[in-house]
């Protein structure tokens, strides 16, 4: 193999890690010019990083390359543990409407099929908590880096 040759086993992400840190064709000049704390910033960055990889493999060895606190930015516990009411304290309204629809539908759901089982609340709302905290992150980077307001 001739040392010009690509790796074709190599990892571009890992590879050029560099251009993808450093903010080249992304929107991380607009990331660092927000409002927002640091610690959103470092998030928004790595949403950003994933957002601008499209090839799936190099999206997962990208991931994998994170910290594990890098990795853990991508939930976030205020949403699991407050759902609607933190979307509407972050300004993100819309998600949070859909959010408190989808817990009442929930708890209609459970009142008319009269499922008493303690069981399947707590899980049925542990999935809901999962939910909330994994899309949270996301739909505040859509909407202070891309300027969308989503519903969900």
């Known amino acids: 193999m001739d040392s010009n040759t690509p790796n074709p086993y190599e990892s571009s992400v890992i590879a050029n890690s560099d251009v993808a840190s450093s903010g080249e064709g992304g929107n991380h000049d607009l990331i660092d010019s927000l409002d927002v704390s640091d610690a959103w910033k470092r998030k928004f960055h790595v949403i950003d990083d994933m957002q601008n990889i499209k090839d799936p493999k190099e999206r997962?060895?990208?991931?994998?390359?994170?910290?594990?606190?890098?990795?853990?930015?991508?939930?976030n516990i205020w949403a699991f543990l407050f759902s609607w009411i933190y979307f509407f304290i972050k300004g993100m309204w819309r998600a949070g409407l859909?959010?408190?629809g989808l817990y009442i539908v929930l708890i209609v759901g459970l009142v008319v099929f009269n499922i008493d089982s303690e069981a399947f609340a707590r899980a049925a709302g542990l999935a809901f908590g999962i939910t909330a905290m994994t899309r949270a992150n996301i739909i505040y980077y859509t909407k202070k880096v891309l300027g969308k307001d989503l519903w969900i």
Do not use: D, N, Q
């Open 98 to 100: 859909t959010f408190l």
């Open 60 to 75: 997962k060895a990208y991931f994998k390359s994170l910290t594990w606190g890098e990795r853990f930015g991508h939930s």
